[in-house]
């Protein structure tokens, strides 16, 4: 049997946003490899999915790496998920999918198995773009900051970033900086959760919004700049 690596997108969310096919492959692999054990068996928990699981984040222990590298070694298939959304997207994935595609080659299948990921939800509602958008991940949080912020301003084409709660105020204030004052900015947060709200607005109106509303800086963010009109 040829090793397998099945990329798994999971819910945002609300843990009814999985795929069929997503819960086949989760019922059929020998291991899911995840970030947070807790997170993923809560989800594995509510489909009744018994499976071992491994967590492995960036800082992982290359025996850790080893192990799950070991189990694809003997012709076993893993499922790789993360937290929420689709992984190797602003998660450390990746690192783990080339190291596998390095030490097993050819041999080695991967198969991604689609869904929700925080990007396209948050911009399905926004209206902000019908074809291109040029997506940040996280910015960093000092070196290049301010220079990113200034190519954003000069960018004609949507653009999407991820925010922490922590940084959000400062990301709009640093927006404000830069942007003509009447482009439209859009926040998601806390996408297909209880509190999910989207605002649509100038940056001075969202950060008078928010500076009303200091209870709803928490969660997870999703800030789009819209294409210069
Ligand atoms: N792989 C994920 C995906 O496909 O979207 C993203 C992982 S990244 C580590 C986590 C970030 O995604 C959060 O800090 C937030 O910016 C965004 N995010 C994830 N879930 C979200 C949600 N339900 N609502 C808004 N933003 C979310």
Redesign the pocket.
């Known amino acids: 049997m040829n090793p397998i690596i099945y990329v798994v997108?999971t819910p945002?969310?609300n843990l009814k946003d999985i795929t069929f096919r997503a819960i086949d492959t989760l019922l059929s692999v020998d291991l899911v490899v995840c970030e947070d054990t807790r997170v993923t068996k809560r989800l594995l928990q509510e489909y009744e999915i018994d499976k071992p699981t491994i967590s492995y984040h960036l800082h992982s222990k290359l025996s850790k790496i080893d192990e799950i590298i070991a189990v694809l070694k003997e012709g076993k298939s893993i499922a790789l998920v993360?937290?929420?959304?689709?992984?190797c997207?602003?998660?450390p994935g990746s690192f783990l999918i080339n190291k596998a595609r390095e030490e097993i080659g050819e041999e080695l299948k991967i198969i991604p198995i689609p869904g929700?990921?925080?990007?396209t939800?948050?911009l399905s509602a926004t209206g902000f773009t019908d074809s291109s958008f040029l997506f940040l991940g996280?910015l960093p949080h000092k070196k290049g900051r301010e220079t990113l912020f200034n190519e954003i301003a000069i960018t004609e084409r949507t653009v999407v970033f991820?925010?922490?709660p922590h940084r959000f105020m400062k990301a709009l204030e640093s927006l404000q900086k830069v942007l003509q004052p009447k482009r439209k900015i859009g926040v998601?947060?806390?996408?297909?959760?209880m509190f999910e709200e989207i605002k649509i607005g100038t940056v001075s109106e969202i950060i008078d919004y928010y500076n009303q509303n200091k209870d709803k800086v928490r969660?997870?963010?999703?800030i789009m700049v819209a294409p210069m009109s």
């Open positions: 997108a945002i969310g993360s937290d929420a959304g689709t992984p997207i602003s998660d929700p990921s925080a990007i939800t948050a996280f991820y925010e922490s998601a947060r806390e996408l297909t959760k969660g997870e963010f999703v």
